[in-house]
């Protein structure tokens, strides 16, 4: 079995850990995390929205369409609906005068950008194993060496050290959080970018 570390790709662009991490407690005192009801131990605090429309980050469009295979039958099933991520351009105005609408700003330069967010996973807790309809974008804020993702059969840790990930999360992966502390990301749906 060949162990493929290509839907992990670091790119070329890297931001301030110290200020990414003020932005994430600033942001948290305007605005504690939501879930998605009858889901726990998965938060999220958007920061983008569809222009003018705050309910296109309530409820389920907090996670958005994704598919997974629940039981033993290995049969997939498809959960939540279907979002228009291209939709998400704007910025949240309770969030501009944060390091966040910098990053963003950079960050929508270099890609096609769908909804960006501030996910937040807890403690000795994971994912379902499903897969996604895009690539996402990862810039760790808070990790542990316990924070692991894993795509396919291949594991990894993105350290919290300013730099930026994509990954390939159209294969079936799940993240998951043995530490003792929250796990922060701010992640993006990245709507052009194609996994060699």
């Known amino acids: 079995m060949t162990l493929n570390f290509n839907d992990f790709q670091k790119q070329d662009v890297k931001f301030d850990i110290d200020q ?115 690539p996402r974008l990862h810039i760790p804020i808070i990790t542990n060496p316990g924070s692991i993702m894993v795509i396919d059969n291949v594991a990894k840790h993105m350290p919290a050290d300013g730099s930026v990930w994509i990954t390939n999360n159209t294969k079936y992966h799940n993240a998951f959080n043995g530490g003792e502390e929250n796990r922060i990301h701010l992640v993006a749906c990245v709507l052009d970018y194609k996994f060699n």
């Open 20 to 134: 990414l991490q003020k932005a994430y407690k600033e942001i948290l005192n305007i605005k504690g995390f939501t879930g998605v009801e009858g889901i726990s131990n998965f938060g999220a605090i958007s920061l983008t929205q569809i222009p003018g429309d705050p309910d296109s980050i309530r409820g389920n469009k907090a996670r958005g369409v994704y598919w997974t295979k629940p039981d033993s039958s290995g049969k997939e099933a498809i959960r939540d609906q279907m979002i228009d991520e291209a939709a998400y351009s704007e910025f949240i105005e309770d969030y501009k005068n944060t390091y966040f609408k910098e990053v963003f700003d950079v960050l929508s330069t270099k890609y096609k950008l769908g909804r960006v967010r501030v996910l937040l996973k807890e403690p000795r807790s994971t994912l379902s194993w499903h897969r996604d309809p895009e």
